[in-house]
């Protein structure tokens, strides 16, 4: 059996998650969320084998641990979860930004068990109960490495990422992911946010069909994280 650990379980770290289930019969997860009703949904519909409401010590059983939180907490939270680690266990993140990330897994030596990761699939809507086993069927994987990547170790994780649906992977240095995706990604959610928020935008009742729908539609991804 293989043990993957989760720290956040959201639609991203839901969405696994639940493929992993889907997809392979030898997965454990131990998972962590600071929401209680996430929490009791993961267990109930048996996502999570064990769930907890922060890292602690059933996680030093992972063969993988998955940093899904905002990329806001991906540091805290990894270094939180290196008490817990075991020598040999391989660690991701599924977070839009890369850079800050990697230089922190530099700083710390982690270079030969760390590879970022980036899915290229979501949805407007947020949370565990937004997650499907079929997110990221037929989608891009980003897998982000840097001089030091132990090459088996991608190996691996490209492997472990089209057993649970990914069609393709593409490989990117950090600098050169959160360049391009500043542009193709972050860009159209700043324009969506700020034309929801116009005033102008605001009276369309009546004024609005398919265009209006297709240019906000990811303003209702996480709207805390887009405030103004």
């Given at each position: 059996?293989?043990?993957?650990?989760?720290?956040?379980?959201?639609?991203?770290?839901?969405s696994?998650?639940?493929?992993?289930?889907a997809?392979?019969?030898d997965?454990?997860?131990i998972a962590?969320?600071?929401?209680?009703?996430t929490?009791?949904?993961?267990t109930?519909?048996?996502?999570?084998?064990?769930?907890?409401?922060?890292?602690?010590?059933?996680?030093?059983?992972?063969?993988?641990?998955?940093?899904?939180a905002?990329?806001?907490?991906?540091?805290?939270?990894?270094?939180?979860?290196?008490?817990?680690?075991?020598?040999?266990c391989i660690?991701?993140?599924?977070?839009?930004?890369?850079?800050?990330i990697?230089?922190?897994?530099?700083?710390?030596?982690l270079?030969?068990?760390?590879?970022?990761g980036?899915?290229?699939?979501?949805?407007e809507?947020?949370?565990?109960?937004?997650?499907?086993?079929?997110?990221?069927?037929?989608?891009?994987?980003?897998?982000?490495?840097?001089?030091?990547?132990?090459?088996?170790?991608?190996?691996?994780?490209?492997?472990f990422?089209?057993?649970?649906?990914?069609a393709?992977?593409?490989?990117?240095?950090?600098?050169?992911?959160?360049?391009?995706?500043a542009?193709?990604?972050?860009?159209?959610h700043?324009?969506?946010?700020?034309?929801?928020?116009?005033p102008t935008?605001?009276?369309?009742?009546g004024?609005?069909?398919g265009?209006?729908?297709?240019l906000?539609?990811?303003?209702?991804?996480?709207?805390?994280?887009?405030d103004?």
């Open positions: 059996m293989i043990t993957c650990g989760f720290v956040g379980l959201g639609l991203i770290g839901g696994i998650a639940r493929a992993l289930k997809n392979r019969k997965i454990v997860i962590c969320d600071p929401n209680e009703e929490l009791k949904l993961a109930e519909q048996k996502i999570a084998d064990e769930a907890y409401p922060a890292p602690c010590d059933a996680f030093t059983a992972c063969d993988y641990i998955f940093l899904c905002p990329v806001s907490h991906n540091d805290e939270n990894l270094l939180k979860i290196l008490s817990y680690r075991k020598k040999d660690l991701t993140d599924v977070g839009s930004v890369k850079t800050p990697n230089s922190l897994i530099h700083s710390l030596g270079t030969d068990c760390f590879i970022g980036h899915p290229m699939a979501g949805r809507r947020g949370g565990f109960t937004a997650a499907t086993d079929s997110l990221y069927v037929g989608a891009s994987m980003i897998l982000t490495q840097g001089k030091r990547t132990d090459m088996q170790l991608l190996e691996t994780l490209k492997a990422f089209l057993d649970i649906g990914f393709s992977l593409t490989f990117s240095d950090p600098e050169e992911h959160d360049r391009i995706i542009f193709t990604s972050q860009m159209a700043v324009i969506s946010n700020a034309y929801i928020k116009s935008a605001r009276k369309r009742k004024f609005s069909a265009s209006y729908r297709d906000t539609r990811v303003a209702w991804l996480n709207p805390p994280m887009w103004p």
